[in-house]
């Protein structure tokens, strides 16, 4: 029996559903999916250094010796050796971390969440670097807080601003290493004051780190979940070292924190596919990742290298950019008058595509900034894009 | 550099965060992994029902042919052909589901996470059966409703009962067919009279349906979301009919809703593995489902029998119980002065576990309940497991 003609239902959703809306970005790339566009707007990792070989035979051998177990529910903190071998990677700097301050997610992005969920009350504030990451807004910002911006400049947030604007703050959010739109890098005396400061005030720090692994040049800086191991909240991913399809990545925190985490993550999806956690730690015990990321790093160093080249040779003098150490992302800056979101409207028109600089800011938006990714697109075509876009930003200054 | 004497942070969890606790079920399970036990606890579907050698194929396949795709990041929605198949095998009984009405998700515990998010409103009522899924009423606790318990007897809920305590309701959530936890399937009077009277109230009906392919003998009764696909949200699972151990359950509603439950998917996970849904489609795209699942049904419909004939023979006069016609729990009613979770303590001190039913009320539990499963401990310890239940039973009946 169908019901005829029944009562249409007015929706309504609930106030911090109101505060969602799609990602700017998400939006951007549905249009640079076409493949006439040359896109530097992706946050995605080059497909070029997925594994897939690897991965391949490793879901053969996790279901040919262990598919029974692989196959039905698993615990909510995740599969015990996969948080073990975490532990013990994160165990550097004279720090132990023990494997029951590791829970397993479903990619960063869930940790951000389930963050905001436990920590977030409404209207409390969560401090962000000026610009931060777009989807850590979005996962906060459903939990209603006051956003308050901490200044930064090309070494990252300024952590002596932290104090002044911290009175009642329930989380500070930093991304330290090639960060995420801006690629740059916080430095070791800003990672030690920071560390400090929130020691001093009691705030809870986040240290988002999904591509501290990909530094061109030497080693990366201590992570600052080493300098106060009880005070840091550490994000790690497989997305950007091994593949982002699978979804995994975790959070490493103090035990009480992991606990109530695991509640709220057992409450929002019971616990990450046990398939995928069995897979990866077969895929990567034996040391694979050490072989492999170092081939990533070398694709991406010569990727940025040419889109910087480009950058220096087409791009008209007042623009300005950064030199990234490591990571996928180029901040451009534009003399001020020119709008980023208005120049992707011509850009899309000549088929090139980035992701503008404003949707990254918590506040009051720097509109004549652009993020641009050179992971996925071959060097002839990074020149192209930049040449284009340098056309398009010298026709405004004229 | 490591701070010295940091101090220690007092962690302060949201008041959203204080609802949430372990599941009552979860720690049961952590006891009855034991090897020794006979544990009739589980909400674990048999992992001799997983088809570990079709899962494997698919798995090399979609590996083989679309691996860089596979392991990419993908669209929040789902992957199409995925949301086509399912839209399809729903389009039934004169109505037609479009792919834009289906959101892929980790599972259908997240769906109900989502479905909270988006519309349970601080302190705003959410009527549930009586008892209810216990991950529904964690799920939905975390957005701080009041629930109201709708009156329930042995054909599921009383739709009479409803109007009555409706207003202010934001949703209303069933679980129509072979109810967890009480095994019950609701009658097509009561089905018919719940949508009708939900579609006059304007009031959203969700139906929870994970083991609707799980009927031990003729058709399952027709889905409410038929009945009135503009006011049903209907959650589907892969987890009973394939394996839970992937992760991968749907949201079926209109498209106005399911875009907001994209935008909230969004900002708790991205999306659900991309791999995962091209491995599931690949798996199930030429018919493996209605092989697969009579195989299910007969396995589960002969260990149900003989836990039915077991309890016949062994549990005493005033115990109660009911008969399922599919699914994976029989509902047991001990007299009124019999507590289950004492119950438990001493069963488990002789190696038999079972879940107490009080956990599952949203409000005044019935303290002489208990769920038992039958799907996942072979006949001869069935047999014995009841006959352990039974003496300990007869104990408290002296």
Redesign the interface.
């Known amino acids: 029996?169908?019901?005829e003609n029944?009562?249409?239902?007015?929706?309504?959703?609930?106030?911090?559903?109101e505060q969602?809306?799609?990602?700017v970005i998400?939006e951007i790339l549905k249009v640079t999916m076409r493949p006439d566009i040359i896109s530097f707007a992706g946050g995605?990792?080059s497909?070029a250094t997925?594994p897939?070989e690897h991965?391949?035979t490793a879901?053969?051998k996790v279901?040919?010796d262990q598919?029974?177990?692989?196959?039905?529910?698993?615990p909510?903190d995740g599969y015990a050796p996969l948080r073990e071998w975490i532990a013990q990677s994160l165990s550097i700097?004279?720090?132990t971390i023990s494997p029951d301050q590791v829970l397993m997610?479903?990619?960063s992005?869930?940790a951000l969440?389930l963050l905001g969920?436990?920590?977030?009350?409404d209207g409390s504030k969560v401090l962000v670097e000026t610009p931060s990451y777009l989807?850590a807004l979005?996962?906060f910002?459903?939990?209603r807080p006051e956003f308050v911006s901490v200044p930064t400049d090309e070494n990252g947030l300024l952590p002596e601003t932290v104090e002044g604007i911290a009175d009642g703050a329930?989380l500070l959010y930093s991304l330290p290493n090639f960060h995420n739109p801006t690629g740059r890098t916080m430095s070791l005396e800003r990672r030690?004051a920071l560390?400090?400061t929130c020691?001093?005030?009691?705030?809870?720090l986040i240290e988002d780190d999904p591509y501290g692994a990909l530094s061109y040049a030497g080693e990366p800086l201590?992570k600052m979940l080493?300098?106060?191991p009880?005070?840091v909240i550490y994000l790690g991913s497989f997305?950007k070292v091994l593949?982002?399809?699978?979804?995994l990545g975790y959070v490493v925190a103090?035990a009480?924190?992991i606990r109530?985490l695991?509640?709220?993550k057992?409450?929002?999806?019971?616990?990450?596919?046990?398939?995928?956690q069995m897979v990866v730690y077969e895929a990567i015990k034996d040391g694979f990742l050490s072989q492999h990321i170092p081939s990533i790093r070398t694709l991406y160093a010569n990727q940025c290298k040419v889109m910087l080249d480009a950058l220096e040779e087409f791009f008209p003098v007042g623009v300005k950019w950064n030199q990234p150490a490591g990571g996928m992302f180029i901040w451009v800056t534009l003399p001020k008058h020119i709008d980023g979101m208005q120049l992707l409207d011509e850009a899309i028109a000549q088929n090139v595509a980035f992701v503008p600089g404003a949707p990254f800011y918590a506040n009051e938006p720097e509109t004549n900034t652009l993020r641009l990714s050179f992971v996925t697109v071959p060097p002839e075509k990074i020149r192209h894009g930049v040449q284009v876009l340098a056309g398009l930003i010298k026709n405004k200054l004229r």
Chains 1, 2 share one sequence.
């Not at 598919?67 to 698993?74: D, N, T």
């Not at 969920?117 to 009350?121: F, G, H, P, Q, R």
């Not at 020691?199 to 809870?204: D, E, F, I, T």
């Not at 593949?243 to 979804?247: E, L, M, N, S, V």
């Open positions: 029996m169908k019901i029944p009562t249409p239902i007015k929706w309504q959703f609930s106030q911090r559903a969602l809306q799609s990602s998400r995605l990792p497909p997925f897939v991965m391949k879901f053969d279901l040919s598919g029974k177990v692989a196959l039905q529910y698993g909510t700097d004279g720090v997610v479903s990619g992005q869930q969440d969920k436990v920590l977030v009350e989807g979005q996962a910002s459903v939990y329930c030690e560390v400090e020691a001093r005030l009691g705030l809870p201590p080493t300098m106060n009880n005070g997305s593949t982002p399809g699978i979804r103090p009480i924190l109530k695991e509640q709220a057992q409450a929002s999806d019971l616990h990450t596919s046990q398939l995928t």
